[in-house]
């Protein structure tokens, strides 16, 4: 199977697939960058391609910085040709936005709603910034979500553990000495 990469926003290839894991090893191409084959759909971060992942494992720990070429590459079809579509070629920041933390909500959580779930969220909070710094983003989003979760789990169990406690101190009788 042929693949292809992009490197310097410039389509490269075709190469075979054990050149394209060589190229991670050597560090010729980053985990980052793009590639594509007859099989997929789109272009991906080689991070993101399953059948690289399960030949080479540690693909992630090797991008410890993220790669320069930040552009989303999109193609299209000419005359049976698969080309890069330069008018899909978009920049963003060069750098994404940082994934939220929900330290501070979780914190909120463990203070006034619910323990066990606000400690979970500070975990993941304080994973969330590891995985950022480390450039491993994708991982950092999901932590984040999770985070985002126990807030709002511990939030809603506060809630409810609130709103009983005032019903039953409501509806008992005061007691006569």
């Known amino acids: ?31 980052t ?52 579509a330069e008018w899909a070629v978009k920049t963003l920041d060069s750098k994404p936005s940082a994934a939220p ?17 606000g400690i979970l969220g500070v975990f993941y909070a304080n994973r969330v910034q590891l995985l950022e710094r480390s450039g491993r983003r994708s991982k950092a989003l999901i932590a984040s979500e999770k985070a985002k979760n126990c807030c709002i789990l511990g939030f809603l169990t506060g809630l409810i553990i609130g709103i009983l406690s005032f019903f039953y101190i409501t509806s008992t009788p005061p007691s006569r000495p």
Request: with cysteine; glycine share 4%; charged share 30%.
């Open 1 to 31: 199977m042929k693949w292809y990469y992009t490197k310097n926003q410039k389509q490269q290839g075709p190469v075979t697939k054990d050149d394209l894991l060589r190229m991670l090893n050597d560090g010729t191409l980053a985990a």
């Open 101 to 117: 933390t929900y330290l501070w909500q979780s914190l909120l959580i463990t203070l006034f709603c619910c323990q066990p779930l």
């Open 33 to 84: 960058d793009l590639a594509w084959n007859k099989e997929m759909d789109d272009w991906k971060p080689i991070q993101e391609i399953e059948i690289l992942l399960k030949k080479y494992p540690n693909i992630e720990e090797t991008s410890t910085q993220p790669s320069h070429d930040s552009t989303l590459v999109r193609r299209r079809r000419d005359k049976g040709d698969y080309k890069i």
